[in-house]
């Protein structure tokens, strides 16, 4: 892996999803003043999960072929070659998905999707940690979908489906030591006041208002720094 001195910030790439994305905004107001470079990779739309379509708040949508992150994903790390990779996807993991070649519509706990989605997670991980950087993994927290347009109880917001994407990303984390490393956000937004779904910081039951993210980025930028220079974290 490699490191920074220590007291020396890191530069930073953040992929995943349209959460990654808020994640990527609130890093990149958070280092200002700091000599770490954040580059906000996040992607609205993308799963790390790739391929067919999905069902989201009941319609059915199929993934753009520029979500494959294969060659993205290179392109990023080529261009900045950061020591810190910060990697968050959950949404479009727990949705109800039609893989490529199926017939039917799946979700994660099955076994097969589960091996597939492990499968794409350990891809992912391989890939951003190719060139040393470390591979700073978060955990997902639940969500309420479609809250704000009178939605409720919608497949994709059932929390046992975001237990087992943390479950699954513990797991991939845990075939890679030395590469990866989890970081538990949900742990740390479950103990703020209102919880996880608070909707003055998630309007929609999913993703966080700008001003919070600066909030999750005080707590998480620390860790990152900490990390690219060795330490714990």
């Not at 927290?141 to 109880?153: D, K, L």
């Amino acid at each position: 892996r490699r490191r920074v001195p220590p007291g020396a910030d890191p530069d930073v790439l953040v992929v995943g999803d349209s959460v990654a994305f808020k994640f990527g905004h609130g890093l990149t107001e958070w280092s200002r003043g700091r000599s770490m470079v954040v580059d906000n990779a996040g992607r609205l739309g993308c799963p790390i999960a790739r391929g067919g379509s999905y069902r989201f708040k009941q319609e059915l949508i199929r993934f753009e072929d520029d979500c494959d992150w294969a060659t993205y994903f290179t392109e990023r790390l080529n261009a900045g070659r950061p020591e810190i990779v910060v990697l968050s996807s959950g949404i479009w993991e727990i949705v109800d998905r039609r893989l490529p070649g199926d017939d039917r519509f799946r979700s994660i706990g099955a076994p097969d999707f589960d091996r597939y989605l492990l499968r794409e997670f350990l891809a992912a991980i391989d890939l951003l940690g190719s060139d040393g950087a470390t591979v700073v993994v978060l955990t997902q927290a639940h969500i309420e979908s479609g809250v704000n347009q009178g939605f409720s109880n919608l497949p994709e917001s059932d929390p046992a489906r975001t237990l087992r994407v943390n479950e699954l990303w513990r797991e991939a984390v845990s075939l890679r030591p030395g590469v990866a490393t989890l970081v538990d956000f949900q742990a740390w937004l479950a103990a703020q006041p209102g919880g996880e779904l608070d909707l003055s910081r998630r309007p929609d039951g999913v993703h966080f208002t700008d001003e919070f993210a600066v909030t999750i980025a005080e707590w998480l930028g620390p860790q990152l720094v900490e990390l690219a220079g060795g330490g714990p974290g």
